[in-house]
């Protein structure tokens, strides 16, 4: 009887298994461009599984796909009374009428940013020092910015989350009545030309890398440094340094220590070296001397900012 021979399948030709390599590359990288011009929808029960916890500060969160600002919604719902408890999270997927500082327009295209708002009510607190509301907001961003997309956040005085000399996230805080509403948005995969056009040059987490653009762990992570800092903050009365806030600010601070001018309300302008930020949350300037006859002995005098435009200086 005479035994069959078997021999193996000659292996695929060289060229034949190249073409298959960039077939496959070609179709994963179509994939994860689909992906990004059509990021998946928050998933608003996955989050409040995440966020919501009896004894904590969120009591609700809601995702809505499209509106003109949360912070004008969330301010609404505080004006209608004690209905409005604090703790409400109100994200969106899309803004057509978000505001930042001076009245400047904050236009998110959909689900390529993550915007949300916060209603808080600080009564331990006194009016003064809540001045660190969108402070402590911009460490909690930095922080969260930093654990999950491994991106170096810095902040600039006195509510731009930086990376860099570009701008990641803005923030905005308006009070009503008893209540603050605080306002966060981050660019996650908006392209450069659909980010709004600021003084500083935008930029987006996609853009610079990150480790995860999935916007569910980043708003439970900034959720939870918010509620810890807030938490202790309130406790403290309102007291940056027993609740260790100030120490913190100044650690990710891209201002303190810079030279920079400083644009005021009515248009006066200061420059000098940022030496700090005081007990209610203004920056420090130490003010460059106006000409060269004064005494250059002098102490050069130190002026808190509470409100202005804020330009770094090289």
């Known amino acids: 009887m005479r035994a069959e021979n078997h021999t193996p399948s000659p292996a695929q030709p060289p060229a034949q298994a190249e073409a298959t390599a960039q077939a496959e590359a070609a ?116 922080e969260a910015v930093r654990t999950v997309a491994a991106v170096d ?23 009503v009545g008893d209540a603050v509403v605080v306002g966060v948005g981050i660019n996650v995969s908006a392209a450069p030309p659909e980010l709004p056009q600021k003084a500083l040059p935008p930029t987006c987490l996609r853009a610079l890398g990150a480790a995860s653009l999935a916007r569910e762990p980043l708003l439970a992570e900034i959720l939870a440094e918010f509620e810890r800092w807030y938490l202790a903050w309130r406790e403290a009365g309102g007291d940056p340094d027993r609740c260790g806030l100030r120490a913190e600010y100044t650690r990710l601070s891209a201002t303190i220590g810079r030279r920079l001018q400083v ?41 808190p900012v509470a409100a202005g435009d804020v330009v770094h200086l090289r």
């Open 153 to 175: 956040a810095r902040l600039k005085w006195p509510n731009d989350v930086l990376v860099g000399e570009a701008k990641l996230s803005g923030i905005l805080a308006e009070a």
């Open 27 to 142: 179709a994963q990288a179509e994939a994860a461009a689909q992906a990004e011009a059509d990021p998946p929808a928050l998933d608003a029960d996955a989050l409040r599984r995440l966020v919501l916890r009896p004894g904590g500060l969120w009591r609700a969160l809601d995702v809505v796909p499209s509106t003109g600002s949360t912070n004008a919604d969330l301010l609404a719902l505080a004006r209608a009374g004690n209905c409005a408890p604090e703790g409400v999270i109100l994200a969106a997927e899309e803004q057509t009428a978000g505001r930042g500082r001076m009245g400047r327009s904050w236009v998110s295209p959909p689900r390529a940013a993550l915007t949300f708002s916060l209603l808080l009510k600080p009564a331990p607190v006194p009016p003064a020092r809540r001045g660190w509301l969108p402070l402590l907001a911009g460490v909690a961003v930095a």
């Open 263 to 303: 644009e005021l309300p009515g248009g006066q302008l200061v420059s000098g070296l940022a030496v700090g930020v005081d007990e209610d949350g203004r920056l420090v300037v130490r003010v460059e001397p106006g000409n060269e006859s004064e005494s250059a002995t002098e102490e050069a005098p130190e002026f």
